[in-house]
C-alpha cells in the first residue's frame, strides 16, 4: 500500500494534507461524489421517493392528528396549529433517517458486497475521502430532499419567520453528524443482523424526541433521557427556527452536533481505514 | 411425470408441512431481527403515539369515545401485520429465488411448486400469528385493549395482511433482479397505506377525493373489521363486504403465486 500511497505526497500543500497521516487523505473526495451522482442517475426513483415520505407523515399527521388534537403549545408559549407543530420535527427526522440510512445499508452494502472502497483504495484515494466523499453525497442528497420540504412548508404558510432561511442549512449540519456516527457505527457491523440495532435506535428517537407531543407528557426523569437524544436537539433547532423563537440555547443545540460530527468523521475514517488497509 | 416418480411425491400437507419447515430451520437462527420490526416497533408505536400523543386527544367521537391508545391498539395490530407481510413477502421470497436459491433447491426434490409456493404462504401467516399474538398480549398489559373482541381484531389483522401478502409474494415470484421494486412499494404503497387507511385517525377526515384511494387498500378493510371486533359495533352487511373484498384477494392473489412459482420453477 505504501507506494500507492505516497503518489499523491507530490501534491500536498494544504494544512489538513500535511499534518494527517501519509495516506489517509488525498483530496480527491470528489472522484467518489462524482462516482455517486454518475449511479444514482440509474436510481432516480430511489432518489425521488426519498422526498415524499416525509410528505406523507405531513399531510398524514398533520392534517389526520391536527383535527384530533386541534392547536399545541408552539416554543414561545405561543398557540400554534398542530401540523405547524409537527412539520419542523419531521424535517429534522428526516433528516436524520435519510442520512442514517444512507451511512448504514448503502455503505455496509459498498463496503462488504461491492467491495467499492477496496477498488477506490487501489488508487490515489485515502480512508478519509472515502469518509468525506460518502458524507458529502448524502448531504448533497439530504440538502434536496430539505429543500423540497421547506418549500410545502412555505407553500402551507408553515414558515413564519426570517428565522427559517437558517432551516436548511441548519438540517445539512445535522444530517452531516448523523451521518458521520452512522458511518462510524457501520464500520463495527458484522452482518445485516446487526441493522435492527439501527432500527432499534432509530426508532425510539423518532417516536419519543418530541416530535408529536410536548417534551411535558413525561416525568422528569424521562424528559432528562430524551434531552440526551441527538434527535431532541435537532427537533429543538427546527421548531426554533421555523417558528421564529430564536434565542441563546441554539447555540448549544448546534454544537451537539458540531461534536457529533467530528467525533463521527474520525472514528469512521481511522474504522475504515483499519478494515481496508490492513 | 411418471408414475414410478409419482409415487414419491409425498401428499400435498406433509410437502407444505415440510417446506414450512425449512423455512424454519433458518428462521430459527435468525429471528432476532424480525422481533425488533415485527414486535418491539408496534409496541413503541404503541406508547408514544397511543399513551404519549394520546395525552393530548380528549376522547371525542372521532375516537368512537375512547381513549386515544384503545381507539388505537385494534387498528394497530392490523397496520403491523401489513407491514411484516409487505417485508415477508418482498426480499425473502426473492432471496429464495437468486440470492439464496433455495427454492431451486426445493424444486430438484419431489416437492412440487405449488407445494412450495402454499408453504410459503403458510409460513408467512405462521410468522405474522406469531407476532400479532405476542403485539396483542403487550398490548393487554398495557392496558390498550377493552374486550375479548380482540380476538376477532387478530384474526382480521392475520386475513388483512395474508390479502397484501399474497399478491406482493407473486409480483416478487417475477422479478428477476432488484432494482427499485420493493422500495417503490415501500414507499409509495405501504408507507402512505400506513399513514393514510384509518390507523391513526378517522378515514373522513381526509379530503373526500383521497377516500376512493383507501377503500382499494386491505388495510382500512382489515381496520374497520378489527375496530368493528373490538368496540363490537359491527353491522352485518359492511363487515361481510370487508371480509369479502379480502378473501377476495387472498384467493386471486394466491392464484397468482402458484401460477408464478410454476412458471419459474418448471421447466
Given at each position: 500500500m505504501t507506494t500507492t500511497a505516497s503518489a499523491p505526497n507530490t501534491t500536498r500543500t494544504g494544512l489538513l494534507l500535511r499534518v494527517l497521516p501519509v495516506g489517509m487523505y488525498a483530496g480527491r473526495s470528489r472522484a467518489l461524489v462524482e462516482r455517486s451522482l454518475l449511479v444514482n442517475r440509474r436510481a432516480w426513483l430511489q432518489v425521488v421517493s426519498g422526498f415524499f415520505e416525509p410528505l406523507f407523515f405531513l399531510f398524514g399527521l398533520g392534517f389526520g392528528f391536527g383535527k384530533l388534537i386541534g392547536?399545541?403549545?408552539?416554543?414561545?408559549?405561543?398557540?400554534?396549529?398542530?401540523?405547524?407543530?409537527?412539520?419542523?420535527?419531521?424535517?429534522?427526522?428526516?433528516?436524520?433517517?435519510?442520512?442514517?440510512?444512507?451511512?448504514?445499508?448503502?455503505?455496509?452494502?459498498?463496503?462488504?458486497?461491492?467491495?467499492l472502497y477496496d477498488a477506490v483504495l487501489t488508487t490515489p484515494l485515502g480512508p478519509l475521502d472515502v469518509a468525506i466523499g460518502e458524507i458529502t453525497w448524502a448531504l448533497i442528497r439530504g440538502a434536496l430532499y430539505g429543500t423540497g420540504f421547506l418549500t410545502v412548508m412555505l407553500g402551507m404558510g408553515l414558515l413564519t419567520s426570517p428565522w427559517a432561511?437558517?432551516?436548511?442549512?441548519?438540517?445539512?449540519?445535522?444530517?452531516?453528524?448523523?451521518?458521520?456516527?452512522?458511518?462510524?457505527?457501520?464500520?463495527?457491523?458484522?452482518?445485516?443482523?446487526?441493522?435492527d440495532l439501527v432500527?432499534?435506535?432509530?426508532?425510539?428517537?423518532?417516536?419519543?424526541?418530541?416530535?408529536?407531543?410536548?417534551?411535558?407528557?413525561?416525568?422528569?426523569?424521562?424528559?432528562f433521557a430524551v434531552k440526551c437524544f441527538p434527535l431532541y436537539h435537532a427537533i429543538e433547532v427546527m421548531r426554533a427556527l421555523c417558528t421564529g423563537f430564536v434565542d441563546f440555547s441554539l447555540v448549544g443545540h448546534l454544537a451537539y452536533f458540531a461534536v457529533m460530527a467530528v467525533v463521527g468523521v474520525v472514528v469512521a475514517s481511522r474504522r475504515l481505514g483499519k478494515l481496508l488497509l490492513a | 411425470m411418471t408414475t414410478a416418480t409419482r409415487a414419491h411425491v409425498p401428499a400435498t400437507p406433509t410437502a407444505v408441512w415440510l417446506v414450512v419447515e425449512g423455512l424454519w430451520a433458518w428462521y430459527r437462527r435468525n429471528w432476532r431481527s424480525?422481533?425488533?420490526?415485527?414486535?418491539?416497533?408496534?409496541?413503541?408505536?404503541?406508547?408514544?403515539?397511543?399513551?404519549?400523543?394520546?395525552?393530548?386527544?380528549?376522547?371525542?367521537?372521532?375516537?368512537?369515545?375512547?381513549?386515544?391508545?384503545?381507539?388505537?391498539?385494534?387498528?394497530?395490530?392490523?397496520?403491523?401485520?401489513?407491514?411484516?407481510?409487505a417485508f415477508e413477502s418482498t426480499?425473502?421470497?426473492?432471496?429464495?429465488?437468486?440470492?439464496?436459491?433455495t427454492f431451486l433447491g426445493v424444486a430438484s426434490t419431489p416437492i412440487t411448486s405449488t407445494q412450495l409456493a402454499l408453504g410459503q404462504l403458510l409460513w408467512i401467516f405462521l410468522r405474522l400469528?406469531?407476532?400479532?399474538v405476542a403485539f396483542l398480549v403487550i398490548a393487554a398489559l398495557l392496558g390498550a385493549v377493552t374486550s375479548l373482541g380482540v380476538i376477532g381484531s387478530l384474526f382480521a389483522a392475520l386475513l388483512a395482511a395474508m390479502a397484501f401478502a399474497a399478491p406482493v409474494v407473486a409480483y416478487s415470484a417475477t422479478l428477476q433482479s432488484e432494482g427499485q421494486q420493493f422500495s417503490a412499494i415501500f414507499r409509495f404503497i405501504v408507507v402512505p397505506m400506513t399513514v393514510f387507511a384509518g390507523t391513526f385517525f378517522p378515514v373522513d377526515q381526509l379530503p373526500a377525493w383521497v377516500r376512493p384511494i383507501v377503500w382499494l387498500t386491505p388495510l382500512w378493510h382489515g381496520t374497520e373489521l378489527s375496530r368493528a371486533s373490538a368496540f363490537g359495533t359491527g353491522e352485518f352487511f359492511p363487515?361481510?363486504?370487508?371480509?369479502?373484498?379480502?378473501?377476495?384477494?387472498?384467493?386471486?392473489?394466491?392464484?397468482?403465486?402458484?401460477?408464478?412459482?410454476?412458471?419459474?420453477?418448471?421447466?
Amino acid at each position: 500500500m505504501t507506494t500507492t500511497a505516497s503518489a499523491p505526497n507530490t501534491t500536498r500543500t494544504g494544512l489538513l494534507l500535511r499534518v494527517l497521516p501519509v495516506g489517509m487523505y488525498a483530496g480527491r473526495s470528489r472522484a467518489l461524489v462524482e462516482r455517486s451522482l454518475l449511479v444514482n442517475r440509474r436510481a432516480w426513483l430511489q432518489v425521488v421517493s426519498g422526498f415524499f415520505e416525509p410528505l406523507f407523515f405531513l399531510f398524514g399527521l398533520g392534517f389526520g392528528f391536527g383535527k384530533l388534537i386541534g392547536d399545541v403549545v408552539g416554543p414561545g408559549g405561543e398557540t400554534i396549529s398542530y401540523v405547524a407543530y409537527v412539520a419542523p420535527a419531521l424535517l429534522a427526522a428526516s433528516a436524520m433517517n435519510g442520512a442514517v440510512y444512507d451511512a448504514t445499508f448503502n455503505l455496509f452494502f459498498k463496503l462488504k458486497y461491492a467491495k467499492l472502497y477496496d477498488a477506490v483504495l487501489t488508487t490515489p484515494l485515502g480512508p478519509l475521502d472515502v469518509a468525506i466523499g460518502e458524507i458529502t453525497w448524502a448531504l448533497i442528497r439530504g440538502a434536496l430532499y430539505g429543500t423540497g420540504f421547506l418549500t410545502v412548508m412555505l407553500g402551507m404558510g408553515l414558515l413564519t419567520s426570517p428565522w427559517a432561511v437558517l432551516a436548511l442549512p441548519a438540517a445539512v449540519l445535522i444530517a452531516f453528524a448523523f451521518g458521520a456516527l452512522g458511518m462510524a457505527c457501520t464500520t463495527f457491523m458484522r452482518s445485516w443482523h446487526d441493522f435492527d440495532l439501527v432500527q432499534l435506535a432509530l426508532v425510539p428517537m423518532f417516536l419519543f424526541s418530541t416530535t408529536f407531543y410536548p417534551i411535558t407528557v413525561y416525568p422528569e426523569g424521562v424528559q432528562f433521557a430524551v434531552k440526551c437524544f441527538p434527535l431532541y436537539h435537532a427537533i429543538e433547532v427546527m421548531r426554533a427556527l421555523c417558528t421564529g423563537f430564536v434565542d441563546f440555547s441554539l447555540v448549544g443545540h448546534l454544537a451537539y452536533f458540531a461534536v457529533m460530527a467530528v467525533v463521527g468523521v474520525v472514528v469512521a475514517s481511522r474504522r475504515l481505514g483499519k478494515l481496508l488497509l490492513a | 411425470m411418471t408414475t414410478a416418480t409419482r409415487a414419491h411425491v409425498p401428499a400435498t400437507p406433509t410437502a407444505v408441512w415440510l417446506v414450512v419447515e425449512g423455512l424454519w430451520a433458518w428462521y430459527r437462527r435468525n429471528w432476532r431481527s424480525s422481533a425488533v420490526s415485527s414486535v418491539i416497533e408496534p409496541v413503541l408505536f404503541l406508547l408514544a403515539l397511543g399513551l404519549g400523543f394520546g395525552s393530548q386527544i380528549q376522547p371525542s367521537a372521532a375516537t368512537g369515545g375512547l381513549p386515544y391508545v384503545q381507539y388505537l391498539a385494534p387498528a394497530l395490530v392490523v397496520a403491523s401485520a401489513l407491514q411484516t407481510a409487505a417485508f415477508e413477502s418482498t426480499y425473502p421470497v426473492l432471496a429464495a429465488f437468486k440470492w439464496k436459491g433455495t427454492f431451486l433447491g426445493v424444486a430438484s426434490t419431489p416437492i412440487t411448486s405449488t407445494q412450495l409456493a402454499l408453504g410459503q404462504l403458510l409460513w408467512i401467516f405462521l410468522r405474522l400469528s406469531v407476532s400479532s399474538v405476542a403485539f396483542l398480549v403487550i398490548a393487554a398489559l398495557l392496558g390498550a385493549v377493552t374486550s375479548l373482541g380482540v380476538i376477532g381484531s387478530l384474526f382480521a389483522a392475520l386475513l388483512a395482511a395474508m390479502a397484501f401478502a399474497a399478491p406482493v409474494v407473486a409480483y416478487s415470484a417475477t422479478l428477476q433482479s432488484e432494482g427499485q421494486q420493493f422500495s417503490a412499494i415501500f414507499r409509495f404503497i405501504v408507507v402512505p397505506m400506513t399513514v393514510f387507511a384509518g390507523t391513526f385517525f378517522p378515514v373522513d377526515q381526509l379530503p373526500a377525493w383521497v377516500r376512493p384511494i383507501v377503500w382499494l387498500t386491505p388495510l382500512w378493510h382489515g381496520t374497520e373489521l378489527s375496530r368493528a371486533s373490538a368496540f363490537g359495533t359491527g353491522e352485518f352487511f359492511p363487515v361481510l363486504g370487508h371480509l369479502a373484498f379480502l378473501v377476495a384477494l387472498v384467493v386471486i392473489g394466491g392464484h397468482f403465486v402458484v401460477r408464478n412459482f410454476a412458471r419459474r420453477l418448471e421447466v
